[in-house]
């Protein structure tokens, strides 16, 4: 990584792609189950099966990868900058 600003901004690329791809997963798995009951808030098999859902499924799984990884280096990093940043927020 090379800079605070710049890895924040990856960081919150990364992160807007995940929310994006969440809520079409979520979107196509309403449209999907339409008005059927799902105990627990599960998602039926028969959802699960659709490819469209495995797709969608497959983006966010691997989205969700990339955030952890990316997370595992840029805390490390940017230890100081992220306190002083939290601390500045917090009291602001």
Do not use: C
């Amino acid at each position: 990584m090379t800079d605070f600003t710049t890895a924040t901004q990856q960081r919150d690329a990364i992160n807007a792609e995940l929310s994006n791809a969440t809520d079409a997963l979520k979107a196509l798995t309403n449209e999907l189950a339409g008005d059927a009951p799902r105990p627990m808030g599960l998602t039926p098999d028969s959802v699960k099966a659709d490819p469209r859902w495995q797709a969608a499924k497959s983006k966010v799984d691997r989205l969700f990868q990339t955030m952890r990884q990316f997370n595992g280096t840029y805390t490390k990093q940017f230890k100081r900058e992220l306190a002083a940043q939290h601390r500045a927020n917090r009291y602001a």
